[in-house]
Each structure stands twice: as structure tokens, then as C-alpha cells.
């Protein structure tokens, strides 16, 4: 099995977090910049996780989803760092994050 075959073939997402817990990249506003603070794998396709930090899904990293896919908000695209991708929602869904201050209208600064 290749490594995207997973996704291909579509995995549950995670089970919704409990409350008090932090929101998933899938449940973001748009444009509203957020720091990941883990993955979770789904039921499925534990090969996510790793997959997501090979891409620069890492604790820390801030992200904000530009747009969503039509229709059904599928795929969301993701801005991390200067890299920008279309994630599946529950690819998405595995991603917890937490809010961070500012706007995404650019990408963030370098120094």
C-alpha cells in the first residue's frame, strides 16, 4: 500500500475532543491565525500524524485556513509557514490548535 492510499481511501476522523479541550484546523474561522498543538491519528490511519509533521504540521507552528472547497467545505486550504496546502477535513481534524493574536491578511513576518 503506497502512503497516500489512506487518504485515498478516506479515514474516520478523530473523535471529537471533549469540552475544554482545543478546537481542530477543521473547526477554524477563516483567516484566523492559530498555533498547532498536536495531532491526533484517527481510527484507521495512525501514518497521519507523521505524515502532517513532515509537512511542517509541528507544535508551535502557526497556521490559518484560507479557503474551503466547494462544496461540503472540502478541502480546506492551509497556510503553515511560507508552504501552503489542501488538506481533507479530516486530515484537518487531527490537527488541535490553539488561537494565536493577530491577522493572517499576510504571511507571517522574517526577520
Known sequence: ????AATSA???APD?????TN???????????AL??????PRGAPEWPARLEE????PGETVCVLAHGLPGHDPLVVRIGDSTFALRRAEAACIA???A?????AAPGHA
Open 101 to 105: 493574536g493577530g491577522t493572517a491578511d
Open 10 to 12: 478516506g479515514a474516520a
Open 1 to 4: 500500500m503506497d502512503r497516500h
Open 97 to 99: 490548535v490553539e488561537e
Open 55 to 58: 509537512i511542517g504540521f509541528l
Open 36 to 41: 498547532v498543538h498536536r495531532i491526533r491519528a
Open 16 to 20: 471529537p475532543a471533549p469540552a475544554g
Open 23 to 33: 478546537p481542530t484546523l477543521d473547526r477554524l474561522p477563516l483567516h484566523r491565525p
